[in-house]
């Protein structure tokens, strides 16, 4: 892999080699203003060199160039690098020239930057221009064995600084590779288990909501049909004995049986074809004045206006909600107040508001008397009409407790979108 690999951006690299190659370019300028021998032999040629690569580094530095993704772009600078430090070690001593160590940290550069095979193909140009200078160029006029050894030794040296340094670059690539398909491996795996928890909670909530269900339809039925079977019994048993009103009072309470449990197959089927107690239901919020949709849902529970009372701070009567969900919630928790209250006896409606949340307290009897319910309930709903409410307020975002006493509903109530005096008609 080349260095554009490790880096797809090249801002680091491209920018990191620039200024190690301006630094260079200001070391040998340095080296030719303090009077190197060196570049006395070809004056002229030596500086037209040295002043083009210091201005070419210079240039790359304050053009902040990025690495191309064009091929020939990197092979050109490849190119300009190596071969202008070749030839002017070459005409400014050969091997005994002071830029010639400046062409080895340009391979080993060009290795690390691009690894081990484009090291070698820029080696294969490289070396013989710097060998055939050495070779040729006749100043400084040294003997030919020595220039010969000059040779060998660049030639080796570079080759070894070539290959030490793309291959311990292409090792880190292939180790930087293996990490990366490693970390990436960890993220799907996390990815598979995180899902394989969201469906093990999903499953086990619909298992939990399976089985309040049931429960709570078992709750709701066992009484009437119970009570049926003992008003059969009773009628079957001793109907010579009864005198008509008897008769007709069993029957009344009979149909009564009835009717619950007319009421309660219709909230079973209700819970099979509403989509609304899904939590992910999408919500119409409206601007919603509870005391008017309090009065609405106890007509719809059965009871007479004057056995409802709504108790709540004048802030507080104007919420922002889903009207239609609000009303199926108060209508439920009507209803089941309705059952548990005294038949004279009152039944409160507190309101509360605060940080984003609507609370619905349901009192049977009112808050003064304690002694109002017929037996007091274990927490959580039980009935499938609670259920029905339970549901219907997580899907708003809240909740629904059922205590010793009260009968409490908890919904989300976001921001309203208007002033409380535009929903006065509500």
Known sequence: MTGAGRDPSGRLPALFISRVRAAVGGYMLLLAVLGDRHLGYYPVAAWSLLLTVVGYATLILVARWRRSPRLWVTWALIGVDT???AVLAGITGGGQSPFAPVLLLVVVAVAIRFGFRRAAIALGWTVPILVALIVLVPRPARPGDQRARDALWWTGNLTAGAVLAGVLSDRLDLAHRRRSQAESDAAVERRRLDLERDLRRRLESLDEGRRAFLASLLHEFRPSVASLSTLARALRRDEEELTAEERTELLDRACGYAHHLDVVLREVAEVLTSESLDAEHRLHQADVYLPQLIGEAAALAGLPPDRVVTRSQPGDNVVRSDPDQCLRVLVKLLEEA???????????????????????CVTPGGAGDEDSLSGTQPPGPRGLGLWIAARLAEAMGGGLAVESRTLRAWLGAPPMGGHPGSVGSV
Request: charged share 30%; proline share 8%; aromatic share 0%.
């Open 338 to 360: 309705g059952r548990r209250a005294p038949p004279e006896a009152v039944v409160e409606v507190g309101i509360h508001r605060r940080d984003g949340v609507l609370e619905l």
């Open 83 to 85: 071969v202008l430090i």
